[in-house]
């Protein structure tokens, strides 16, 4: 019986603190009321000016975006958080050399996976990124480097005479292809590396040059992850997805790490 009353008595006393909890919670308090009231005197005066366009996304929700970035750029979401292209010049470098490292990355990752793909599958027999190093090409690993520098050589500095002189080396200086091109958007030339026609309108190029950085992006990032597979497993991230596809419970991130 002294237990019951007890029990009774515990009962009694938290409904009462949980009642009082949900008046508190339900009614307003002075504070609370003070700041709407204060909420709605600024809202009348005026809306706060967060950026120059208060539709534009960011890269983190209701966070706003760097001062010296409006917008302009394919795939600008307004992070800048150490202000490293505040200055106009050095912002147009590193725009071209996002763009470069972005399609570097691109070919990077197809040439990874392709050749691992397709060994994995039976249709050819190539060596797995880690090894192409030590791979037998035609030709010794010396020349083939010097060829590659040679090429890269080449293109970089047209590349650098049209970040300083837009449209000066639109046309081909061995076969004079591009004559009359006078595209002076650098980083995106036309022409024959347009053959399609996909670059037909400002609003098509606009949508082309927003997924090409995308993509870009996403293929720094994942070529890093091939990077990390590679030290932590030793095989390529084709055998990665294969194994952990067969057994996801045992082999994955965690596994690997022994945890």
Partial sequence: MLIQICLAELFHRLSERLTARA????????????TR????????RGPVAVSANADRPVWYPGKAPAAHLDGSLPGDYGFDPLSLSADPEMRKWMVQA????????????????A??????IGIADLPNWIDAATYEYWAPGGTLFFIQMAMFNWAEIR????????????????FGYNANDTNTDVG?????????????DEKTTAELKLKEIKNGRLAMVAFLGCCAQAVTTGTGPVDNLFSHMANPGAIGVFTSQGL
């Fill in 23 to 34: 008046l508190r919670l339900a009614l307003p308090s002075p504070r609370r009321l003070k």
């Fill in 37 to 44: 009231a204060m909420t709605k005197t600024r809202a009348a």
């Fill in 98 to 113: 996002e763009l470069q490292h972005a399609r570097w990355a691109m070919l990077g990752v197809a040439g990874i996976v």
């Fill in 115 to 120: 050749p691992e793909l397709l060994t994995k």
């Fill in 159 to 174: 590349r650098w005479q049209d970040m300083k002189n837009p449209g000066s080396v639109n046309t081909d200086p061995l």
């Fill in 188 to 200: 995106y030339p036309k022409g024959l590396f347009d053959k399609f026609g996909w670059a037909k």
